[in-house]
């Protein structure tokens, strides 16, 4: 079935250790995105692709990144995890239409020791 | 101004009963699409249904459909014959047209469903 995959489901890391989240779709969507989602809270926007054209939100911190080196995988890189960026991180992808719903993955809740 | 605002943090229906969750929108854009998702306990998000904004009707999806008002900008779910399985965060969800692939979320209604 074509879907959204995160890997992994659980991540835990230690403060100030890098890490990196990963995400493949087999949708061929043009647009992937990056959320963080903390408990009881909607998702926040970190940044998202329209193919290679990288749009970052204002309010996401330096310490995050994202590579799309191609269609189907983009990466959510944390350069240095601190207590405050434990949450769940939600991948998902969309077509290029204002009717173009998103497709989520499972996510990957993020733990930072 | 928030793009989406849903009012009820929570709410309660009995088995069997229908529901309606909130949900009004802030745009200038004449072109727009609205969107509702689950969020079980799980983590992940489920997309539900989706209104245009030049629909002329309302949308269904089996037991979902949307009470959609155009002039007072809302865009409310309700879902009828709830079951256990419906307990979860809903969020309704805003595209535009002109702000492209961004959608606007609201802070989500908590659902329960009690038998």
């Known amino acids: 079935d074509a879907m959204v995959i995160q890997n992994p489901r659980y991540q835990v890391t230690q403060f100030g250790k890098p890490v990196t989240l990963s995400c493949s779709q087999t949708?061929?969507?043009?647009?992937m995105y990056w959320y963080q989602q903390k408990s009881s809270q909607a998702p926040k926007l970190l940044f998202h692709y329209y193919d290679k054209d990288f749009n970052n939100e204002a309010d996401t911190p330096d310490n995050f990144q994202s590579r799309r080196p191609n269609t189907s995988f983009c990466f959510l890189d944390i350069r240095s995890p601190g207590l405050g960026d434990a949450a769940m991180y939600l991948c998902?992808?969309?077509?290029?239409?204002?009717?173009?719903?998103?497709?989520f993955g499972p996510g990957t809740r993020l733990t930072v020791l | 101004a928030q793009k989406i605002t849903q009012t009820q943090p929570g709410m309660f229906v009995q088995e069997k009963e229908a529901v309606t969750l909130d949900c009004t929108y802030d745009?200038?854009?004449?072109?727009?699409?609205l969107f509702w998702y689950k969020q079980p306990s799980s983590g992940e998000m489920i997309f539900l249904i989706y209104?245009?904004?030049?629909?002329?009707q309302n949308a269904t999806e089996g037991r979902y459909s949307l009470n959609f008002q155009k002039a007072r900008k809302s865009a409310n779910l309700v879902i009828s014959a709830s079951q256990l399985g419906d307990s979860a965060m809903y969020f309704c969800a805003m595209r535009e047209t002109n702000t492209g692939n961004q959608f606007y979320f609201g802070t989500g209604t908590s659902l329960t469903v009690i038998p």
């Open positions: 998902a992808t969309s077509g290029g239409r204002v009717h173009n719903e998103q497709f």
């Open positions: 745009t200038s854009d004449p072109s727009y699409g």
């Open positions: 949708l061929n969507h043009n647009v």
């Open positions: 209104q245009g904004s030049y629909d002329q």
